[in-house]
């Protein structure tokens, strides 16, 4: 068996010590992780992602929906493929670096959804003109997590974006 890659193994480190340290402990410790890294292309000044990386986004949304149905969390599935939406769109349109890496753990009654980049840097939740195409994201993170009785931030130096949801009672 081979090990995860470095980059990857620390972006996995980093998001369950992330939702861990944040989050009270709910149900007995269970763990089902999910970790994906992959090849962005190299950021641009347009305002649009390259189409290669578009799907990148889109295979994310779908191994989020097809791994929490997996794991029983159907409820979790519209939620949070919108936030990994969200945050792997970030990645790749803010960061400079040329992988990012997204996991999915579901510990302790919580969801934790995290993406880390290589670029350093602290994203924040802005109000944009009602009439603007874009800019909302992490302003629906922040109201869905809330909604989930959740959380969201960024690791200390910035290259890990997380958001955490509460797993409805019931399910773990």
Known sequence: MTSAPPLRRRADETAGDLCRERQPQRLPATEDRMSVCFEVCPPRTEDEISE???RRVGMARKL???RLRYCGLEALVD????IVSELVTNAIHHGGGAQVTFTMTVRDGFLCLAVHDETPGRP???NAPDDAECGR???LVDCLASAHGGTWGTSDDGTTTWCCLAVPSGQS
């Open 124 to 126: 924040v939740a802005r």
């Open 137 to 139: 994201g992490l302003f």
């Open 52 to 54: 290669r990386d578009a």
């Open 79 to 82: 939620d949070a493929t919108l």
């Open 64 to 66: 989020t929906a097809a």
